[in-house]
């Protein structure tokens, strides 16, 4: 590519990648996306890779994040790289069963690598100003993109010199009842966890009577679609949840005023407030009744194989990989559930075999997927770990409700941001940052720092 001034970040750049690493492919070839912003770079500054995981790539990654700031303080170039299946980075010309064996944690990586290596030897391959060859490679994300990361600095330690990991989600949890569970103590906080638990109870009354009547008046009642009462209760699950992954700041805490503000009036019934949470969640987000079968409907897509369905995808990956289905708490735990009891194992393993066919074993080996990639974490040097106290993911993430489950390694740290919810440390700074959000962003800059002033 030739030297000039940068180009937007928002232009499209490709990198040939094989269908797989690891020659079970015959050699087959694809073609993956990536922007670049190289607005601050001055020769001999870091590189600072990303990737949006399971969401297609956008400018917003290297234009509008904490990562931005950091390069723009140490005059380095930012690249996010999208995920293999997902956007506009299609192995295989559908999404089918088949077509998604190479989908593995191992080519993932490996389409990282690839391409940090090229970026390493022969940079003007891949960017469109001048850069120094061998610069050294930081590569951050949160959540899954957080794993990805932490895997990347432990598989590929010669490529990426550090990570920035928030809230990755590194331990599976085949019953991930714990994702309701952190909902719980977000509710508990702003006040409103033993009424909406009460709500959900009331609910289930309904859900279980197998009473059609008082099915439909309950789905028209919260304004969502006919569906089954399992689906239903998986929407109005996603739909409580929704602002649960929303940064706090010093402005406030959507959970508090869009969920908790409806169950203040001791003179409305619980069910009543449930009902005019889930409504008004349905308005702000503008979703349609189609949109909302598309949330909801389980059997949905079951025989569509088209590009593009980020579910089918992310259902694959839970399939295959490592399970976290978010269920409410079994009835042996004796907790407390902010969730319905029709959302369960069945209700999402159900569907792995009949999508992506028998090879799919059910349930999935989440013990062999600890083993295997928790286990490669461990004694991993400059790994920077985050996580929230309020992330509902806690518990799949190193900063787990009931402590640290890896020790930090030379070089590494990990942080738990008191108020914080999920990987809010990655966003653009902002005057109403929570300040253990800014402390826990500077005590990264700091470690990149140090990193980075390694010979």
Known sequence: MCAGAPPASSTQYWITQPVDHFGGA??????????????????????YVSTPGE??????????????????????????LEHRYFGASNPMPDLSGAS??????????????????????????????????????IFGGGSYSGSIAAWMRARYPDLVLGSWASSAIVYG????????????????????????????????????SNNSTQLA???????????????????????ITTYSMTPVTTAGDYVESRVCSFFGNASIMATDAYAAAVRSTIQQAGLTQQALVQIGDSSLGIDNYELGQV???????????????????????????????????????????????????????VEAYNRKWFNSLRGVSNVFYTGGALDIWR?????????????????????????????????????????????????????????????
């Not at 191992?106 to 990282?112: H, I, M």
């Not at 009842?177 to 009460?198: E, I, K, P, T």
């Open 311 to 365: 579910n089918r995808v992310w259902y694959y990956m839970s399939c295959a990989w490592f399970g976290n289905w978010q269920i409410a708490p079994p009835r042996r735990t004796r907790l407390k559930s902010y969730r319905s009891q029709l959302v369960n194992m069945a209700y999402f393993q159900t569907n792995c075999q009949k999508k992506f066919g028998s090879r799919i074993p059910v349930p999935v080996d």
């Open 173 to 208: 949890r085949l019953e991930n009842y714990h994702f309701d569970q952190s909902f719980g103590r977000h509710l508990a906080q702003v006040g409103c966890a033993q009424q909406v638990s009460q709500a959900v109870s009331d609910v289930d009354t309904i859900l279980l």
């Open 100 to 137: 998604l064996r190479f989908l593995t944690i191992e080519n993932v990586l490996a389409d990282f690598a690839a391409f940090i290596r090229v970026a390493k030897r022969t940079p003007s391959r891949v960017f469109p100003i001048p850069v120094v060859a061998n610069a050294r490679v």
């Open 26 to 47: 015959g050699g087959a070839t694809w073609q993956q996306q990536y922007l670049v912003n190289a607005t601050f770079y001055r020769p001999g500054g870091p590189i």
């Open 217 to 239: 008046s309950m789905q028209a009642k919260f304004g969502i679609p006919a569906l089954s009462a399992s689906d239903s209760a998986g929407l109005l699950a996603a739909l």
């Open 55 to 80: 969401s297609p790539v956008s400018a917003r990654y290297i234009d509008n994040s904490h990562f931005t700031m950091l390069a723009q303080r140490t005059s380095g170039l930012l690249v996010t």
């Open 395 to 455: 518990d799949t993430t190193i900063t787990t409700s009931y402590g640290s489950i890896l020790p930090p390694a030379r070089g590494s740290s990990i942080v738990l941001i008191e108020g914080a919810t999920h990987a809010q440390d990655l966003g653009a700074d902002s005057p109403s940052d929570l300040a253990s959000v800014r402390r826990a962003r500077s005590l990264g800059d700091a470690l990149v720092g140090w990193w980075l002033a390694q010979k």
